[in-house]
């Protein structure tokens, strides 16, 4: 069953930028993975410091495989993670075919 992903990380004053970079860096490759499915970013524009990423894989072992990939490590836990206020994530999985 797919498994899904949803968090949320909200910058330190002054990081959205920092933020951004690191998304815009991670987004291309979190794609390609062989058991991702879709990986979407959204930035809230009533609050800039608020990043939403929605994420599917084909199962929690393919979420695994991203959070040990060399480009989320250099991407999300080397440079955005460290200048984060708060970051949260939710993990379901799908019902249904």
Known sequence: MPYVVSA????????EGVVLDAIEKLTPPSREEPG????????????????????????EDAYAAHGASDHFKQ???EQA????????????ETIGG
């Open 36 to 59: 991702n499915r879709f990986y979407q970013a959204y930035q809230d524009p009533t609050d800039p410091s608020v990043f939403r990423l929605f994420e599917i894989y084909d199962d």
């Open 8 to 15: 949320t990380w909200t910058s330190q004053p002054g990081s």
């Open 81 to 92: 993670i460290p200048v984060l206020a708060n970051r949260e994530r939710a993990f379901y």
């Open 75 to 77: 991407y999300a836990l």
